[in-house]
């Protein structure tokens, strides 16, 4: 095969989005890199959109993988017991749950994070025989309806084609730029009889909003929304699809907050090698479902268990996670002195750990950086529901040396394009 796109734009959908931002055929990857068929190499500040937090075909996940599938190991099994699935849970439960004073039963709702939302909205709807939800400004939680509805992102909703009902859109942190205001006002709503919002079976939110725009919260904030939960009987489920399994620079993204969430969604980076996998992680009291009740013919991707399992060594000791805070101080330094450097950009930090970035008011500037970093050999992409934007990814286990290499494209970029604009001189 040639390094073409004449296939894809002959025969996939006009539904694709990141061959367009990326155009060109990618073959092979590793670690914290990845080579198109011209031999091209772009250092991943992408990785999977926080589905490769491992980075590409981490060895001893691979062989893991090669010695399962040549013993003939069980590839499908629906929710049968198997040894791999038993391993996992085995394992989660020792290295993650347990360290951390964490008591959850394992739901294996289907293979995608939105598989995950869905299963926690019914679940939470379920055991407190209420209907309505409360999401957050700018909130991204997945692409199915019932996961679609709790979403902020116009564009996204409206493809929805219909009504997306039985939710309330509450301000996230700083939205209304005030800790204290923010959680006020969010208390009135749910306490005045004149609101019009009856009182909810859950709050949903991210701790740092991946799509809409890396926006973090304050960890009193989060110890605020826990209260208000906690105080009127509502469960708190915490999205951490893509802010989980070390992002942000610990296992989950809430632990700095200290709060003890009643059902946590994980997906994306917990299968390790970007294999499909999704948990449900619920606090047994609501472990309610019936046997049956909500199920999936991909629930049981036993691939996934066994490089799921592999990746939790990685969790051991707390190499990695001291690693993944030092590195994320290089991360905010970096772009801190990028807003110096270039106050032309107009721009603020946003987010935490392994997923900062700088919001522009400058309208398409972040998706013209992303795009001059991909000519120059790194892959990234933008958020924010303007995408406004441009957004570190990189693999929590990358070196220093791809780090540097990495940031050192970025302000290259952000140069040219700024150049290009005369909005600065060389």
Request: proline residues 4%; charged residues 25%; negative net charge.
């Amino acid at each position: 095969m040639q390094n073409d796109l004449k296939v894809f734009d002959q025969h996939e959908s006009e539904v694709r989005s990141y061959v367009r931002g990326f155009p060109t055929v990618f073959h092979k990857a590793k670690g914290h890199k990845i080579w198109d068929l011209d031999g091209k190499e772009y250092i991943d500040f992408f990785a999977g959109a926080g589905a490769l937090n491992y980075g590409h075909n981490d060895e001893k996940m691979k062989q893991k993988l090669i010695d399962y599938i040549t013993e003939d190991g069980i590839t499908h099994s629906l929710d049968k017991a198997t040894k791999a699935k038993g391993e996992f849970l085995e394992k989660f439960h020792e290295v993650i749950l347990k360290p951390r004073n964490l008591d959850y039963k394992v739901m294996f709702p289907g293979p995608t994070g939105t598989n995950t939302v869905e299963s926690a909205l019914k679940l939470a709807r379920k055991v407190t025989g209420r209907t309505n939800v409360v999401s957050f400004t700018n909130g991204f939680h997945g692409m199915t309806i019932g996961a679609l509805a709790v979403t902020g992102n116009a564009f996204k909703r409206k493809g929805a084609g219909m009504p997306l009902t039985n939710t309330v859109t509450m301000p996230f942190d700083n939205f209304l730029d005030n800790t204290s205001s923010d959680l006020e006002y969010i208390e009135r709503f749910l306490d005045n009889n004149g609101s019009g919002v009856d009182t909810p079976a859950a709050f949903i939110l991210e701790t740092v909003q991946g799509e809409g725009g890396l926006n973090a919260a304050r960890m009193e904030w989060l110890k605020g929304i826990e209260k208000i939960c906690r105080d009127r009987g509502i469960l708190l489920i915490v999205d951490d699809v893509q802010a989980g399994v070390g992002r942000t620079g610990t296992f989950f993204s809430f632990e700095p907050a200290g709060i003890k969430p009643d059902i946590v969604c994980l997906s994306k980076s917990i299968g390790g090698y970007g294999s499909p996998l999704a948990l449900t992680l619920i606090a047994p009291k609501y472990d309610t479902f019936a046997p049956g009740e909500h199920n999936g013919t991909f629930r049981g991707n036993n691939h996934a268990f066994v490089t799921a399992t592999e990746a939790l060594n990685y969790w051991t000791d707390d190499a990695l996670e001291k690693s993944v805070q030092e590195k994320s101080k290089k991360i905010t330094s970096f772009l801190e002195d990028l807003l110096k450097k270039f106050p032309e950009l107009k721009g603020s930090l946003r987010g935490r750990g392994f997923m900062q970035g700088i919001s522009s008011e400058i309208e398409g500037l972040a998706d013209e950086i992303a795009g001059k970093c991909f000519e120059n050999g790194l892959i990234m992409e933008t958020a924010g529901p303007d995408d406004e934007v441009f957004k570190l990814f990189p693999p929590i286990t990358i070196d220093d040396e791809g780090l540097e290499k990495g940031l050192s494209i970025i302000e290259k970029s952000v140069t040219q394009v700024l150049e290009a604009k005369e909005l600065v001189t060389s």
